[in-house]
């Protein structure tokens, strides 16, 4: 193991605390976009019934991040959805910087 590889796991754990931070302190804990928004009612609406709408109208856009916010609401309600989701967001964040300097 390299000199510069043993401290990278540190860094990565470094890097989602630091995201974990931001998402827990600055942003509230209720949506904030309106994209998060739609997103969160899509996710909503599908884990009740089992279909992909938005606004009120079925979906003809791609459903990947109201399935990913459906599972989560599936597993563990709709009370914690938002600190769920981010935290996910966080771990995938530092999962995509982990790939892309093992690939480079």
Same mark, same amino acid.
């Given at each position: ?25 600055? =942003?509230? @804990?209720?949506? !904030? ?11 909503? &609406?599908? +884990? *009740? ?18 399935? =990913?916010? @459906?599972?989560? !609401? ?11 989701? &981010?935290? +996910? *967001? ?15």
């Amino acid at each position: 193991m390299t000199r510069c590889s043993r401290y990278l796991p540190g860094l990565y754990i470094a890097c989602l605390c630091v995201c974990a931070a931001v998402d827990w302190i600055y =942003f509230p @804990a209720t949506t !904030v976009f309106p994209d998060e928004q739609r997103y969160v009612a899509s996710a909503l &609406r599908l +884990a *009740q019934t089992g279909e992909f709408w938005a606004a009120g109208d079925r979906a003809w856009e791609m459903p990947g991040t109201a399935l =990913f916010y @459906a599972a989560i !609401v599936r597993a563990f309600g709709a009370v914690h959805l938002i600190q769920l989701a &981010r935290t +996910a *967001q966080s771990v995938l964040l530092v999962l995509q910087a982990l790939l892309v300097g093992w690939t480079a």
